[in-house]
């Protein structure tokens, strides 16, 4: 029931907030086709607005143009979209969408999980000389924000070293096949974009860690494991780690939004044909229909996202159950 709640609530602010703005987008196409040169007589003007307002279902009142939006988001029908007019704004979601879910879910599941193994050990041996250089190389990239650090490693290996690609998600000319020249291409495109994130995803997810796990090793049932004899690997990955991962997948969830919008940043600098890119011209050209259709896809994707955390979650903790 939430999950359908937060959609509904996530959908209804996509609806106001566009309309709050002070720009008008069927007047700004229309002076943009007037400022091409191109003549247009009153009646013709009228005849494109009234058009206009269809397409972007602003006619009528407030509450007719929201019940015309939840109309179309039924029948999955965003409108054209302005910028690459009269391609369906579905179509160009649909394009992009699987980069950046390719992008995200890679980097996502192995920051979390390299994140969350350095952080145990760094936690259970964190007298050990490694253990403090690894925090203290976290402490220094955590603070830097995505686009800085994807801008740095865009420079150092993509401009001065050139060993990776600065831009795009293939070669210009390539055909998508699944031969083993195609994928290596894939490969070194996507390299930059995901070390961007996975470093700091990995950074954060250390930090996080090594302070749970430290946490743990004060709790009673280590310390009498330890006055047992138990052996530090059982210690370390049997009770410190497994009873240290169910704040971590929490954590997970909460972060998920955040971690979205990270992978849309690093996407337009590294001009990543995913969402981010897909959105960042949306913006610079005021195409009204593909900003909705791109918020709304990214609030069910990360609600989604959350809700099947939700439900694997009894998997992880046994104490919690649904009846």
């Known amino acids: 029931m939430s999950y359908f709640l937060v959609i509904f609530v996530g959908l209804t602010i996509v609806f106001i907030v566009p309309r709050l703005s002070p720009i008008d987008p069927v007047q700004q196409m229309i002076n943009t086709i007037t400022m091409m040169g191109t003549y247009m007589d009153p009646e013709a003007i009228e005849k494109l607005t009234e058009t206009l307002k269809d397409l972007y279902g602003l006619r009528g009142s407030l509450w007719q ?12 029908d965003f409108g054209p979209s302005f910028f690459r007019f009269p391609v369906p704004v579905i179509k160009l979601i649909g394009d992009s969408l699987p980069w950046t879910i390719g992008l995200l879910s890679i980097s996502t599941f192995l920051s979390w999980l390299i994140g969350n ?14 253990a403090r250089a690894l925090e203290n190389i976290a402490m220094v990239i955590r603070p830097i924000p995505y686009y800085i650090f ?19 998600g293939f070669g210009i000319g390539s055909t998508p096949s699944f ?36 946490n743990v090793l004060r709790e009673d049932f280590i310390v009498f494991a330890k006055a047992g004899g138990v052996r530090n690997r059982t210690l370390l990955f049997k009770y410190a780690i497994r009873n240290a991962m169910l704040p971590q997948i929490t954590g997970l969830a909460l972060s998920m939004g955040q971690i979205f919008g990270g992978a849309l940043i690093t996407e ?3 001009s990543y044909p995913g969402m981010g ?12 229909n593909l900003i909705m259709g791109i918020t709304a896809i990214s609030i069910i994707g990360i609600a989604t996202f959350i809700l099947i955390i939700d439900l694997l979650y009894p998997l ?8």
């Open 65 to 76: 143009q929201y019940l015309t939006f939840w109309g179309r988001f039924l029948r999955g």
């Open 117 to 130: 193994i350095l952080g145990g050990l760094c936690g259970f041996f964190y007298q050990k000389r490694w």
């Open 150 to 168: 994807a801008f740095i490693l865009l420079l150092v290996f993509g401009y001065f070293l050139k060993l990776f690609p600065i831009a795009g």
């Open 179 to 214: 031969s083993l020249r195609f994928i290596t291409e894939l490969i070194r495109h996507a390299f930059l974009p995901l070390l961007s994130m996975m470093t700091l995803g990995i950074a954060v997810t250390l930090q996080s860690m090594r302070l749970i796990v430290q």
């Open 268 to 270: 337009i600098v590294f």
């Open 277 to 288: 890119t897909l959105l960042y011209n949306a913006i610079n050209t005021g195409d009204y």
């Open 316 to 323: 992880f903790d046994p104490r919690i159950r649904y009846r």
